[in-house]
């Protein structure tokens, strides 16, 4: 049944803390004599150090939820959802906590009462013996921050009864996040009902990049703007229930930071219960304590009398001075494509860009979607950051980025030539090890890493000084890089035509994609490809045509590996809303079950694929590609999960 929503949109203070009233300080003081009575007076556990034993005492337990993409109809999945996101969103928040344990109860403490109960950081052997199961153990008083993150991979009633026994039931979490792209969404909102089911009085944040596409603020009118497909359309008209307390979109580094800070505060201190409605008025009463906050975001409360609209619109965000995502938590991927003696390379995913500059109209990650396009300013944070990955046990590094340093060439020369020289600084040391950014590194580790990115063909085929192209090539494997990816997307003509990559047709677009895989081939890159079926101007000739084409390319060694995909709508991408498909998206209901032919390809789902494929074209392309591209069609699905032993 549908239902209107009030919307009440607030102003976040951004007072100096030094000018805030004295009511919110008098309340704050009051809190931390409440606060520290109740420690100095209650039971120790003498299983825990003095210090672990108070921090126990003045914190609450968080759990953090990957949301699963999909489940195929044997429980596995090919695309596990994006744990980069969720690490990113809260870096800053918990190194505020880490901070805060360090700190204690002094005035410059970013915590100062109750706090979130992350504060002890993955130490170097829990790293080392981690495996890349998204589900950990959670047993032990305190945990680590790593330990706080469930990542199932897979939602079905097995996983789900292991949650509820041995998640929720150890962890017992006051507060708990959740990330969810698009296609994961489904499965995020069942999530939210089994948590409400078992503890009504938990706080659920949702947030990932499936909220950024669907809500936002419209500076011009002031007023919230939602795509049909957003958790908050589908509550008013009564396709879900109200399952989630509150949302955080866009920039969401500082956002939530300060909505933690504001349930800390609101918290009863004795029971360590809040309510919704507490925390909004803690919100509106209490936000100028905690000083400016930097970029663009919304936070949205699910208030009992209306939705609670709370736009940020900051100085603009600079994400590398932000915490790396893996200073929390432990690197778990090993990608096939990096590999020594056949051992698979542990991987890191390293992120300089936050989306990308182009806007093809199929895409999610164009800065017409995502919004604000942010980016390292220098290549000296990159490098450090590669220090801190391989200290924390990388072995390989995948560039996430849209493309490869937003497409600026120099940037990208910059960083390699920097790290080519600490690389020459590891092989001449005359030290087992050597000290860099304050961190004892092993010489070989730093030799030794290998490192891929994503690159496109105009960026390599369209150089007005054709030799520049093998000039970035060349540097790029001498510092390192083994392998790039590349979306190509389609070898037809009359498709690629229409999609915004063939930006400078000099000419044809199957020459341009060999130009580029030839160049790279010459300078010793392996190269990967997204191919893309669905598009318009699809047809059962282009889809054939690159079938052979891209079959000619793997033959011949220009290609390494090749992913078939079927063109997904996302809420806001260009695509949808050229084809009318915003009001008919289903990313919502779960008793949509995922099946072959769907099932083969990431993200597709027999409710939001492109208009342009039949079923029956469907499974001919899996068909083909799977007989035609052999061994070298990307065919690596996970393994059946396993849930670790309790």
């Known amino acids: 049944m549908a239902t209107m929503i009030t919307v009440k949109m607030h102003a976040v203070t951004d007072t100096d803390v030094r000018s805030v009233p004295a009511g919110p300080r008098e309340t704050l003081v009051k809190r931390q004599k409440v606060l520290k009575y109740l420690i100095q007076s209650r039971q120790k556990n003498t299983a825990l150090s003095i210090e672990e034993d108070e921090w126990l005492a003045r914190t609450f337990p968080v759990l953090s939820i990957v ?16 744990p980069m996101c969720l690490y990113s969103a809260l870096s800053y928040t918990i190194d505020q906590v880490v901070q805060t344990r360090k700190k204690g109860f002094s005035e410059g403490a970013p915590y100062n009462a109750l706090c979130p109960q992350w504060g002890y950081l993955p130490s170097a052997e829990y790293r080392a013996q981690v495996d890349d199961n998204g589900i950990r153990k959670y047993d032990g008083v305190l945990l680590n921050t790593d330990q706080t993150v469930f990542d199932p991979r897979v939602w079905n009633e097995t996983v789900e009864e292991y949650f509820v026994c041995n998640v929720l039931g150890k962890i017992r979490p006051k507060v708990v996040l959740i990330s969810a792209v698009s296609p994961a969404h489904r499965y995020a909102i069942d999530i939210a009902r089994t948590i409400r089911k078992q503890s009504p009085d938990c706080i659920i944040v949702l947030g990932g990049r499936h909220t950024d596409e669907t809500v936002h603020y419209d500076k011009i009118s002031g007023r919230l703007k939602l795509e049909p497909s957003s958790v908050i359309s589908k509550i008013a008209d009564g396709s879900v229930e ?10 969401g580094y500082y956002a939530l930071d300060r909505l933690m800070k504001c349930i800390s505060l609101a918290m009863d201190i004795n029971l360590r219960t809040v309510d919704v409605s507490t925390i909004i008025q803690t919100m509106s009463q209490f936000s100028s304590l905690f000083g400016q906050m930097p970029g663009h975001a919304l936070i949205v409360a699910f208030g009992p009398d209306a939705l609670h609209v709370w736009p940020i619109s900051g100085e603009k965000t600079d994400i590398s001075a932000l915490p790396s995502p893996y200073s929390a938590f432990a690197i778990r991927a090993r990608f096939p494509i990096f590999k020594h003696n056949e051992r698979i390379l542990r991987t890191a995913h390293c992120m300089v860009t936050t989306s990308c500059p182009y806007h093809c109209y199929f895409c999610s990650e164009a800065t017409t979607v995502v919004g604000n396009f942010l980016a390292f300013k220098a290549a000296d944070k990159a490098i450090q950051r590669l220090i801190e990955y391989i200290d924390y046990g990388a072995e390989a590094v995948f560039f996430d980025d849209s493309i490869f340093w937003g497409g600026k060439v120099g940037h990208m020369i910059n960083f390699c030539k920097e790290w080519m020289k600490i690389c020459e600084l590891a ?28 690159l496109t063909v105009d960026l390599l085929a369209s150089r007005r000084v054709p030799e520049e192209a093998g000039v970035v090539l060349n540097t790029m494997q001498a510092a390192g890089c083994s392998y790039i990816y590349i979306g190509i997307e389609s070898m037809a003509e009359p498709v690629i035509n229409k999609v915004h990559k063939n930006i400078n047709p000099s000419q044809p677009w199957d020459e341009r994609v060999r130009l580029s895989l030839g160049l790279a081939r010459q300078a010793g890159i392996r190269v990967g490809s997204s191919i893309l079926f669905g598009l318009d101007g699809e047809t059962p000739k282009t889809i054939e045509e690159t079938i052979k084409k891209v079959g000619r390319l793997l033959a011949e060694g220009l290609l390494f590996v090749a992913s078939p995909n079927i063109l997904t709508y996302h809420p806001n991408t260009a695509a949808t809303h050229l084809h009318h498909m915003e009001d008919k998206l289903d990313y919502h209901s779960v008793n949509i079950h995922n099946r072959p032919p769907y099932s083969y390809f990431e993200e597709a789902f027999p409710a939001v694929v492109s208009k342009n494929l039949t079923e029956e074209r469907i499974w001919y392309i899996h068909e083909q590609t799977k007989i035609r591209w052999g061994d070298r069609r990307n065919l690596n699905p996970m393994p059946l999960l396993e849930l670790p032993n309790e």
């Open 67 to 82: 949301a699963p993409v999909m489940s195929t109809d044997e429980d596995k999945i090919e695309f596990p959802g994006d």
């Open 242 to 251: 109200r399952v989630f307390d509150f949302l955080v979109a866009g920039e």
């Open 427 to 454: 092989r001449h040391a005359t030290t087992p090890t050597i000290k860099i950014f304050g961190r004892e590194i092993e010489t070989r580790k730093i030799v030794g890493l290998v490192w891929g990115a994503q």
